[in-house]
């Protein structure tokens, strides 16, 4: 069973420019959450879709924003990049939402740097 | 507020060299808690999920156990593979509320 995929594994972006990243969950997961991983930080949740729906929103700026499609395939978009966008951004699916208390699986991420 | 510390933030080990990690939380009733590993630039994986104090489960050299307030991760006889940051999380049980991560115990285990 193929596990979570995410593109692209790596880019490099202009301060202002934005980036759309690519997210497919595990085969029959519905739910698809998003979270920002980085030295100082550690994870911080961005958000969460459940049947093209958002169930939840971390405390990030608007220019973070994401969607599902009908095929629970999730991209996340992020506008006028600032050089504190530089992150490892996680994506992670499981069968229910995660207010159901299932666990949760991750992708390998995809690594942003602003420069 | 949710909170999860984790402790040491980095543990240098002696392959064989048996040890724990600690997890403690703060949470508005407990739904789940959650134990990955993630090794350098990949994703968190999947090791135990533990929902009610007294829970306990192994798997291979790693066994997790839980308590009212905190878990800990034994790690009995490690590897220099078993080198990587592992992460707790907790779930709570009021609301439809993300997983809260602590930020990790690096652990390196020398040969």
Known sequence: KAGVTQTPRYLIKTRGQ???LSCSPISGHRSVSWYQQTPGQG???????????QRN???FPGRFSGRQFSNSRSEM???TLELGDSALYLCASSTNSQGAGNTIYFGEGSWLTVV | ED???QSPEALRLQEGESSSLNCSYTVSGLRGLFWYRQDPGKGPEFLFTLYSAGEEKEKERLKATLTKKES??????PKPEDSATYLCAVQASSGNTPLVFGK????SVIA
């Open chain 1, 18 to 20: 934005q980036v759309t």
């Open chain 1, 43 to 53: 994870l911080q949740f961005l958000f969460e879709y459940f049947s093209e729906t």
């Open chain 1, 57 to 59: 929103k971390g405390n």
């Open chain 1, 77 to 79: 978009n992020v506008s």
């Open chain 2, 3 to 5: 909170q999860v510390t």
């Open chain 2, 72 to 77: 800990f991760l034994h790690i009995t006889a």
């Open chain 2, 104 to 107: 990790g115990t690096r652990l």
